[in-house]
């Protein structure tokens, strides 16, 4: 007969959230030991901070829409645990419409440049590029 042994399933061990961030500062300041020699570990801790700065805004926002905290509460939270905030600076973080800013996708920012589209339309009618998003752009219009 062949079976497997029965074995006991061992108990996940949870983690504080302090022990989390302690355990993360941890992991950056050894990161920053390495890049001290290799600047390739430099470049891979700059993604590292622009990372930490969008999923920073991504909590914040979801304190706030998802778990009902006012910015004026999150902004007290974090004075309280020596990141000092007023309301007005969390608003200007954190609000609506700064979230739909930063979260929103690339794609609409350049639809809604009519700098960038007429600047492409003008090097097509000058120039004579084959440049397809002036094409796409045409269809979509209608102007052809």
């Known amino acids: 007969m062949t079976g497997r042994k029965a ?12 022990d989390f961030a302690k355990a993360a500062g941890r992991f950056i300041t050894a990161m920053g030991r390495r890049a001290s020699t290799n600047p ?6 700059l993604t590292l901070q622009q990372t ?17 905290f006012s910015l ?13 905030m007023t309301r007005q600076n969390a608003v200007k973080r954190w609000g609506p419409a700064s ?3 930063k979260l929103g996708p690339a794609a609409v920012a350049n639809v809604i440049n009519l ?13 004579g590029e084959a440049d397809g998003e002036v094409v796409a752009l045409k269809r979509a219009a209608g102007d052809c």
């Open 7 to 18: 074995t006991t399933k061992r108990r996940k061990k949870e983690y504080e959230d302090d």
């Open 40 to 45: 390739e570990a430099l470049a891979f801790m």
């Open 115 to 127: 700098a960038k589209v007429r600047a492409a339309r003008a090097r097509h009618q000058v120039w």
């Open 99 to 101: 979230m739909a800013r």
């Open 72 to 84: 004026g509460e999150i902004a007290r939270f974090l004075t309280e645990f020596g990141h000092p």
């Open 52 to 68: 930490m700065k969008e999923e920073t805004d991504r909590a914040a926002a979801s304190l706030h829409a998802d778990a009902g």
